[in-house]
Every structure is written in structure tokens, then in C-alpha cells.
């Protein structure tokens, strides 16, 4: 080898680059640490939490989750795009990198160009609930509660481009009523403040909602799906309450920092088909009222297809309602 080539082959080594294959080999090497953007004990915390137990079991290798909540989940979207990308510090989001990319204008990342894409997860309805002594036992109800007290009424949830910020603004638009809202880290203190009769409204996934509706500690008014849902029997759809419009869904997928190695995705890639066939996971999500996605979609090109594609759905329709988070 001539001595420009050692020299160049060292400079490379010296940035890490040449090491990657044999890094991307051995890895993971050490626990890895996946971001959570909202509080810990809410709906996207309960889907990390399972994908991640169920992921470390096939790498051979704890996932610690961190809760890393704020400004509708790009504060933990930031640490994890600014992170190094070695496959070591992950993100765990949901439906909000679909509407982070029109809302916020003014973010120190780049929230569609600073990640990579595993796989996505999970799709999980959401569900309207009130505080356990709101003055109506349905949807109609509820809709006439809302028109006459909006004034006096609060909506909780999780900042601007979650999915409780999504699920309220559908609402107010199919009632045509807008109401004070209130925003959280995540919508677990959101629904602690629901319990305690602080906040009068929240619109959340039923990976949140679904044991406080059977319990009785909270109201319900409809599932935002087409159809019921085997855990919640007794709880009507939207269309059924008499707003077929208000319908969502929130999708969750995991993510690296731009510039992982691809080595080191398909291998995350592998663990969360693996973690998606868990039988724990699976009859858990079920519990919740949820499913793991199909396996060919915990893929990162699927993913990076189906989140561009609903990015490019959000974007008019947030341009149209012409309100930002900046
Ligand atoms: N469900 C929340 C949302 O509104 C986020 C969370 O706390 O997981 O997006």
C-alpha cells in the first residue's frame, strides 16, 4: 500500500467511517436508548414500551425508553435527529412527523430530511372521553353541551401536531364551535387532570383510554373509527353519534438519525417484525384496542413511503386552516 493510501485509509478510520461495517457487524454492542417525545405512562410511551422490551429480547440488548415530552413532540423529535447516528438513540413517534413538517416553521431540525426510517408499528384509534360528571351521556349530548358552554369549556391535549391537538381540531371543525385548549408534555398528565375534573375534554388513543372507559373513571362519547372496537363493545362509533366525519387514526413508527448506517435499520427492521409477532405485545395492543401493523410494513421503505405520503395529505390541509405553531 502506498503511504497516501495508509495515510488516507488512517484519516478515514480516524472519522469512524471505515469502522462502520464492522460497528454495523457487532451491533448492538450496548443498551440502546429510545425517545419518547411525550410524558411517560401515555399512549405512545405504552407502544414504546412494548416494542421496546419485546426488541431487546432479539437484539440481545436492553432498550431503555426516555421521555422526552414538549411542544407536541418535536422537542424529543430534535434530540433525536440531532443525536449521533450509530444506531444507538431511536424515536419512537407517532402521526405528528406527518404534520410537524407544515406546522412548525421555525424548527432547529429538519424534521423530514434528519431522520431515517425502521418501520412503522402500530395504527391506534383515538376516542372522545370527558371528565366523569361532564353534563351529557352522548355524542349528541355532548356536541349541545359544547355549542352552549364553550365559552366556559377546556380541551386538553398535547400540544400543537399531536394527535390530541389533531383529534380536537377535527371536532371543533364537524361542530363548528371552537374551545379554550389546554396543552400538556403528553396526554398521561392530560388525563390525570381529566380525572381530577381539572380539564373538561380530551380526545386520546385507546392505548390511554381504553381501561378508564371500562373502569367508569372518565366519560366516552365515540371511537373515531368505522367500526367499534372489541375491547370498548358499549362505546358507539362517530358515525353512529351522528358525526361520520370525525374520524382519525394515529400511526406510529420508529426512527434513526440521518445518516444510520442501513446495516444497522434492516437490523432494527428485523428486531421490530420480530417484536410485532410477540405474543405478549399482540395480545396486549388487543387489550388496548390496537394491532401491530403487517409485517411488510415495519419495513424502513414502507415507512418512509407511507409517512411521505401522509405528510403530503397534511400539508394542504393545514395551509388551508392557515394556523402554525410559530
Ligand atoms: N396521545 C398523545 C397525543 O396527543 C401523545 C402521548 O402522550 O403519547 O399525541
Known amino acids: 500500500m502506498s503511504r497516501l493510501a495508509r495515510r488516507a485509509l488512517l484519516a478515514l478510520a480516524a472519522t469512524g467511517l471505515a469502522a462502520a461495517p464492522v460497528a454495523a457487524q457487532q451491533y448492538p454492542a450496548r443498551p440502546i436508548t429510545m425517545i419518547v417525545p411525550f410524558a411517560a405512562g401515555g399512549p405512545t410511551d405504552t407502544v414504546a414500551r412494548l416494542a421496546a422490551e419485546a426488541m431487546g429480547r432479539d437484539l440481545g440488548q436492553t432498550i431503555v425508553v426516555e421521555n422526552a415530552g414538549g411542544a407536541g413532540g418535536t422537542i424529543g423529535a430534535q434530540r433525536v435527529a440531532q443525536a449521533r447516528p450509530d444506531g444507538y438513540t431511536l424515536l ?82 364537524a361542530v363548528d364551535t371552537p374551545m379554550t385548549t389546554v396543552p400538556f408534555r403528553g396526554t398521561a398528565p392530560a388525563m390525570q387532570e381529566l380525572l381530577a375534573g381539572r380539564v373538561d375534554l380530551l380526545c386520546d388513543q385507546t392505548t390511554n383510554t381504553t381501561e378508564q372507559i371500562n373502569s367508569g373513571a372518565v366519560k366516552v362519547f365515540s371511537v373515531t373509527t368505522p367500526q367499534r372496537l372489541s375491547p370498548l363493545p358499549n362505546v358507539p362509533t362517530s358515525a353512529e353519534g351522528g358525526l361520520p366525519e370525525f374520524q382519525i387514526t394515529v400511526w406510529h413508527g420508529l426512527y434513526a438519525p440521518k445518516g444510520t448506517p442501513a446495516a444497522v435499520t434492516q437490523r432494527l427492521s428485523q428486531a421490530l417484525q420480530v417484536a410485532l409477532r410477540d405474543p405478549k405485545l399482540v395480545a396486549r395492543f388487543a387489550e388496548l384496542g390496537t394491532a401491530p401493523v403487517a409485517q411488510e410494513m415495519a419495513t424502513p421503505d414502507a415507512h418512509r413511503r407511507f409517512w411521505q405520503a401522509d405528510t403530503a395529505k397534511w400539508r394542504p390541509i393545514i395551509q388551508a386552516a392557515g394556523q402554525y405553531a410559530d
Open 92 to 173: 419512537l413517534h407517532h402521526i405528528g412527523m406527518s404534520t410537524a413538517p407544515t406546522l412548525y416553521r421555525r424548527l432547529a431540525y429538519d424534521p423530514v430530511g434528519g431522520f431515517e426510517t425502521v418501520g412503522l408499528v402500530t395504527e391506534v384509534p383515538m376516542t372522545l372521553v370527558a371528565r366523569k360528571d361532564f353534563p351529557a351521556n352522548t355524542l349528541a349530548e355532548a356536541i349541545a353541551v359544547i355549542r352552549r358552554d364553550k365559552e366556559k369549556l377546556n380541551y386538553a391535549n398535547a400540544g400543537i401536531g399531536a394527535a390530541s391537538h389533531l383529534c380536537g381540531l377535527l371536532l371543533m371543525k
